[in-house]
């Protein structure tokens, strides 16, 4: 998987919109950009993929500049229980567990949101 | 190590019948994960375990699904009654990370299981 950088840690307060970006200068070709979030206790949920532009779900949005380098996740209008840790995750999909061998997490952004 | 192993690599079976997916984690493995994987869903996490024991099984779709790990060298994920929007590509992954290093720590992936429910 391609290496990704993101901030350890954001700040935001309910009502605003949060966005959290990722740096992945190695993305190859195949890759595909990839967020989860987790609760405290709990394993990571997928939030949203893409490839390149703009995809936006029920939940997020992902928007991916030309040269796909990056990656900034928008959350709208977040809410005290948007508080999570959030990964962001380059790889090869529909990913070949076997092939490719390993997945890290990582550290993720801690968000936190107040009221 | 031969790393993670999973059977059966391909599964046909029909809808209603009971399907049970296997793992072998790696050796000294403290943490096991069960992951399922669509192309519209991308790769979401079942369920994981620490030690043996289930930490949270918050991913797994329905009560259909249920797993197991008796000991720390073998897990079962098990679909009782299958249904064709259970079709996925079902990976087992292992790691060294425990409690809350659990997901700072690499995940080595087995092979996976393709399942398809008619």
């Known amino acids: 998987l391609a290496k990704t950088t993101q901030p350890i840690s954001m700040d935001s307060y309910e009502g605003q919109e949060v966005n959290i970006t990722c740096s992945h200068n190695?993305?190859?070709?195949?890759?595909?950009i990839t967020w989860y979030q987790q609760f405290p206790s709990q394993g990571p949920r997928f939030i949203i993929q893409?490839?390149?532009t703009k995809v936006t779900n029920e939940v997020a949005s992902l928007f991916i500049p030309a040269d796909r380098k990056s990656s900034t996740l928008s959350l709208p209008r977040v809410s005290l229980s948007d508080t999570a840790v959030y990964y962001c995750?380059?790889?090869?999909?529909?990913?070949?567990?076997?092939?490719?061998?390993?997945?890290?997490f990582g550290k993720g952004t801690k968000l936190s949101v107040k009221p | 190590d031969a790393g993670v192993i999973q059977s059966p690599r391909h599964e046909v079976t029909e809808m209603g019948q009971e399907v049970t997916l296997r793992c072998k984690p790696i050796?000294?493995?403290?943490?096991l994960f069960w992951y399922r994987q669509t192309m519209m869903r991308g790769l979401e996490l079942l369920i994981y375990?620490?030690?043996?024991?289930?930490?949270?099984d918050s991913g797994m779709p329905e009560d259909r699904f249920s797993a197991k790990m008796p000991n720390a060298s073998f897990s079962t994920l098990k679909i009782q009654p299958s249904e064709p929007r259970d079709s996925a590509v079902y990976f087992c992954?292992?790691?060294?990370?425990?409690?809350?290093?659990?997901?700072?720590?690499?995940?080595?992936f087995g092979p996976g299981t393709r399942l398809l429910v008619l």
């Open positions: 893409g490839y390149k």
């Open positions: 050796s000294g493995h403290n943490s």
């Open positions: 375990f620490n030690n043996n024991v289930p930490i949270d």
């Open positions: 992954a292992s790691s060294l990370g425990i409690g809350i290093t659990t997901f700072q720590e690499t995940q080595y």
């Open positions: 190695n993305i190859a070709t195949n890759d595909y």
């Open positions: 995750l380059v790889g090869d999909m529909p990913w070949d567990g076997g092939s490719q061998g390993n997945l890290i």
